[in-house]
């Protein structure tokens, strides 16, 4: 688990992005989800949630590994811990029972 500092308005990540898939949990601040529309569409940028204190999020990649499924952008100085999917698959794979219960 790695701590990050984020400032205002700085992008964690963004819609469509493939990474690491790591899950996010908030210890201080908050973060704004974001819908982004194709550049094509007439449709504008919306707020879709804001993550607050004791909260995560990522949860769908971390999960799926898929390609990130909105925009994570910061609405105030944050800290926040990562929890890197597959550091925590090769910790949860040195104990049997537990992955299975993961898988």
């Known amino acids: 688990m790695d701590e990050q500092l984020f400032s205002p308005d700085e992008t964690i990540f963004t819609q469509g992005d493939i990474d690491d898939c790591s899950l996010y949990y908030i210890v201080k601040g908050s973060v704004q989800i974001i819908f982004e529309p194709d550049q094509n569409s007439n449709r504008e940028q919306k707020q879709i949630q804001l993550i607050k204190k004791k ?14 499924t909105f925009t994570a952008k910061e609405a105030d100085f944050c800290r926040i811990y990562k929890i890197n ?7 949860i794979k040195q104990h049997n029972q537990d992955l299975k219960i993961f898988q």
């Open 85 to 91: 999917r597959e550091k925590l698959l090769s910790i």
């Open 55 to 68: 909260e995560c999020f990522g949860d769908i990649s971390f999960i799926t590994e898929n390609s990130r």
